[in-house]
């Protein structure tokens, strides 16, 4: 049995944060159903990248949306209300992405919700949270990334600020969401009462960067300054970082430079062997093993490497990934088909249960799909 | 504060150490859980002693009490008969058990998730690795690092001459903890109903590959075709411009997704539009962009792009952030004592009914005292 079989989920949201919650609760099992506006529906539908469409819709949508059902009501028409309104009586679990006091003003915030169903666990994700003079900023990944000064620990000292280059707080903030609505659902199993769950991407930004914001808070005030040469984490000395071979890149992290000067046979290295240095002089012994590694392949060094157990690895990029057994290994593509039977590669859910894998051929909803199945 | 627990009661047994596994049992403890970390006799989980800041608490490093505030700590060695039956105690009241271990030693230690289930038949096990287990990767160190290298990752961040770029900040290990605590969390719900027991596992590859799973997806049914980023503004490998980070007179600025016809206006760019195609040309485009802004300072463009409803935002740093009040508004920013230092602390990302849940309390001592689940004060 899948953990969360039986649970019924209504998502509200769209784009990613929520949505990829509500997928990772269908991922374990629950039956979810978007609610989606008449026209267009979520709006992510029409968001192609690299015009990559299927059918109707974006591949985007079929990768965040497979295996939920879409109903579609207007939300602002009294008799599409009540319909709904029937259906959250019925659920477990909601979930939203509208901006603090949208819901309210349609009519279907927590209070009045929990009114209507009191065992109901209700989920919202917000840009800033609800309160204080950001709560009506939009709530988009890169702008929440510049706040909150992740953009300074990625990319070398001296380069502009360095974003990531997708968008990682939508899927860490809607993991995050996850985690308190299951907590939520395992309390309801006690209490018999649902809860409020908020999370918003600000807080998920200084949830992913907690470690070293908490050196900050602690610490002389400054900010973590990027090294100069092969930035991979502001705070780790040398050799940590990524290094140009050949024929491609590796990495090493952390690694001892007495070590590295005999397994690399690195004269140039003698000097910084004292591992009190290898954060003051990382700049200084970055540049020395940077120079050297230029002169090899990539397999030369992980032939020297490896079987001394340094942690080092090659650079990869998603062909060569595909090609390994590793990855093959561990069984983390799937295909689901769409409705008119479109097969579409997409990843699953990272979470194995009991030895096996979760995975579903259901693709994404064509809009309002389920409205007759569902309201009737 | 407390009033919200939903894991109140719930008994947690940490063989983990660095920060997935870790991660995941802090998530647990800020829900109301009640850890006790099992660490080896002597130096006990390696990060009380991994220094990513000349910054000390109370003679451990700042990371290892971000990491661990909250639980409880028992120094073992697992090789010697009492201190085993120490931790079978433990494990036979316990809800949850993590470990990080590489895959196959635990299950040598005697305490692998067979070993515990015979014992306790309704154990939730979790298990974290690096890439899986039963393979030629499995005895591959599990460190962010390295995960990040063979995912594919450090290709989407950016620009096109940079070289691979790796996320400065731990996100495989950050996102395969927090799979962990989802997949726990599930299991004990399934356990409520069944009364089951299970075993959950990911690894930091796994976790990395959600990460990028909607770009990863887009690669899969794209003939395999690798994302090309930005030559400059470098912030997405698959978004048109303006979307990118653009230099101005005392710092930088973002500007996301917008109508390039606005921003145009508002920005006084006289280019031809239609003959710019905002995906194939985001260089070109990116470049007017960044010419018009360069002049002004960083607080005046938010301030007029702002007014005029586009998406844009100053790149702060934590200096900016924490004088901007923000994070106090959300009640993020914590602090607990341990020994006679005040510690400032992050709290908990998420809020449950109106609070944000979140452990009272310092990161333990190594501690070598036999500890019960009563005993927890």
Not at chain 2, 122 to 130: F, V
Not at chain 2, 342 to 360: F, H, K, N
């Amino acid at each position: 049995m899948k953990p969360l079989d039986g649970v019924k989920v209504l998502d509200f949201a769209q784009f990613l944060a929520g949505p990829m919650a509500a997928l990772r609760l269908a991922d374990l099992g629950a039956e979810v159903i978007k609610v989606e506006r008449p026209k267009g529906g979520d709006l992510c539908r029409s968001l192609v990248i690299q015009d990559q469409r299927v059918g109707e819709d974006s591949l985007l949508f079929h990768t965040i949306n497979r295996n939920k059902k879409s109903v579609t009501a207007d939300l602002k028409d009294t008799d599409d209300q009540n319909r709904i309104k029937q259906l959250i009586a019925d659920a477990d679990v909601m979930i939203h992405n509208f901006r603090p006091g949208v819901m309210e003003r349609i009519g279907l915030g927590y209070e009045t919700v929990r009114a209507l169903n009191p065992r109901l666990v209700y989920g919202t994700v917000t840009g800033y949270g609800t309160t204080g003079p950001w709560a009506k900023k939009p709530g988009q990944d890169l702008l929440v990334q510049s706040l909150t000064g992740m953009p300074w620990l990625s990319g070398n000292d001296g380069q502009a600020p360095v974003p990531a280059g997708f968008a990682v707080l939508d899927i860490t903030c809607g993991n995050h969401l996850v985690q308190g609505i299951l907590a939520a659902l395992l309390r309801r199993a006690t209490t018999g009462e649902g809860g409020l769950v908020e999370v918003d991407l600000m807080s998920s930004a200084i949830d992913m960067q907690f470690e070293l914001f908490t050196a900050f808070l602690n610490g002389d005030g400054k900010m973590s300054q990027r090294s100069a040469i092969s930035n991979a984490n502001a705070s780790v000395g040398a050799p940590y970082g990524i290094y140009a071979c050949t024929d491609g890149y590796m990495a090493i992290a952390m690694t001892p430079i007495a070590r590295l000067e005999e397994l690399l046979d690195c004269p140039s290295l003698a000097p910084y062997r004292d591992p009190e240095i290898a954060f003051t002089q990382r700049n200084e012994i970055k540049a020395v093993v940077r120079e050297h590694l230029l002169n090899e392949s990539v397999q030369h060094w992980l032939d020297r490497l490896e079987p001394a157990d340094i942690w080092c690895a090659q650079v990869l990029d998603w062909p060569s990934l595909l090609e390994t057994d590793g990855f093959a290994a561990l069984d983390m593509l799937q295909d689901i088909a769409t409705a008119d039977g479109t097969m579409i590669k997409t990843t699953r859910c990272p979470i194995r249960l009991d030895g096996g894998v979760l995975k579903s051929t259901r693709g994404g909803p064509p809009l309002g799909g389920d409205t007759e199945a569902v309201l009737g | 504060m407390s009033v919200v627990a939903p894991l109140k009661g719930l008994k947690v047994l940490d063989f983990s150490q660095f920060l997935a596994g870790p991660y995941a049992t802090l998530r647990l403890a800020d829900l109301g859980a009640d850890v006790i970390k099992i660490e080896r006799t002597g130096k006990g989980d390696l990060s009380r002693h991994l220094y990513v800041s000349n910054v000390v608490i109370d003679g451990e490093s700042t990371v290892f009490h971000a990491i661990n505030r909250g639980k409880r700590s028992m120094a073992v060695d697992l090789k010697d008969a009492s201190d085993r039956n120490c931790v079978w105690a433990l494990i036979e009241e316990a809800d949850v058990i993590v470990q990080n271990f590489r895959p196959g030693v635990i299950d040598r230690l005697g305490f692998g998730f067979e070993a515990v289930k015979a014992r306790k038949p309704n154990i939730i096990y979790g298990s974290i690795s690096g890439y899986g287990d039963g393979h030629d990767w499995d005895k591959l160190p599990g460190q962010d690092l390295l995960a990040q290298a063979r995912s594919g990752v450090m290709w989407l961040t950016g620009a096109q001459d940079h070289g691979p770029v790796p996320i400065g900040i731990p996100v495989a290990d950050v996102l395969a903890g927090a799979a962990l605590a989802q997949g726990l969390i599930a299991l004990l719900v399934r356990r409520g109903l069944t009364g089951e027991g299970g075993h959950v596992e990911t690894s930091l590859l796994e976790a990395i590959t959600d990460l990028q799973f909607e770009l990863f997806s887009t690669f899969l049914n794209d003939g395999n075709k690798v994302p090309s980023r930005p030559k400059h503004n470098a912030a997405h490998a698959y978004l048109a411009a303006p979307y990118g980070v653009y230099e101005v007179r005392d710092g930088y600025v973002t500007v996301a997704m917008n109508d390039l016809r606005t921003l145009f206006e508002v920005l006084g760019i006289e280019a031809e539009l239609k003959t710019l195609d905002a995906f194939a040309d985001r260089d070109e485009i990116s470049a007017l962009i960044g010419a018009s802004l360069r002049a002004r300072t960083r607080d005046e463009s938010v301030a007029f792009m702002d007014a005029a409803g586009i998406w844009c935002a100053p790149v702060m740093d934590w200096h900016d952030l924490l004088g901007s009040g923000i994070l106090q508004e959300l009640d993020m920013i914590g602090a607990t004592t341990r020994g006679d230092s005040e510690i400032g602390t992050v709290r908990s990302p998420l809020r449950i009914d109106g609070t944000r849940p979140s452990a009272i309390g310092p990161a333990p001592y190594l501690e070598t005292t036999n500890l019960t689940w009563k005993s927890r004060s």
